[in-house]
């Protein structure tokens, strides 16, 4: 499954109460308590910046961060009670992109972390691909278990919208405005195609695991693992 954060902190109730807010506001994120639980969560899933604790129970949040960055880029923002200069510098210089000092406002740490997502995620925004669903936004092409399907320049345009702003939802208004370049399209014409291509890329057309109603809100893209 795809996680925009991953918080590892040993401090529980700090890190779920700091994932719980980061999720309110649309930001897909779990939260983890020592460094091998970290190594396993991302063994699984894959996620698009990590706030890491200096100080974690079973090892030192800069050791983890040197073994991360042997294996990955993902941005690692640093998030700690210790506030010398030196600590700052020495998680600036083995690969951290950033240190936050503790206790942290939740909103400032928020704005740092969309920041992030915005300047990383969406400059390598080039398609999606699983086991399942492959889609190329460059070559205009959608596989499902490797045959090609054949959309129609709407259905690309709709697809290619949900997966660009994957795991957030969007509104019926946005896609009629964004997608079909007309707010007065009806629900009943954007149903229908929502139905085209579920049958096209869903495992189950009728329990869909990729483009996920959210009802009352919209609709939402959420990478085939529900």
Not at 46 to 56: A, E, P
Not at 59 to 67: A, I, P, Y
Not at 82 to 100: A, P
Not at 175 to 187: G, P
Request: some cysteine; aromatic content about 10%.
């Amino acid at each position: 499954m795809k996680y925009d954060c991953l918080i590892v902190d040993d401090e529980k109730l700090l890190a779920d109460s700091t994932a719980e807010y980061l999720n309110l506001f649309q930001v897909k994120t779990a939260a983890v308590y020592d460094a091998q639980s970290c190594r396993n969560f991302l063994n699984e899933h894959s996620v698009q910046v990590i706030l890491l604790d200096v100080n974690l129970a079973d090892s030192s949040g800069f050791e983890l961060c040197k073994e991360l960055r042997a294996q990955t880029q993902v941005p690692i923002i640093f998030i700690s009670a210790r506030t010398g200069d030196d600590d700052q510098v020495i998680g600036l210089n083995i690969g951290g992109d950033d240190y936050i000092q503790k206790p942290y406002s939740l909103s400032v740490l928020s704005a740092k972390v969309k920041a992030v997502l915005k300047r990383y995620g969406a400059a390598e925004k080039s398609g999606y691909h699983d086991d399942w669903l492959r889609v190329d936004f460059t070559a205009r092409q959608v596989w499902v278990q490797n045959q090609e399907q054949h959309l129609t320049a709407l259905e690309y345009r709709l697809l290619f919208f949900l997966i660009e702003h994957e795991n957030r939802v969007i509104t019926k208004q946005e896609l009629f405005e964004q997608v079909w370049k007309d707010k007065y399209t009806t629900d009943g014409t954007l149903n229908v195609h929502i139905r085209k291509l579920r049958q096209m890329i869903e495992k189950d057309p009728s329990s869909p695991q990729y483009i996920i109603t959210k009802w009352g809100e919209g609709y939402q893209f959420c990478g085939g693992k529900q």
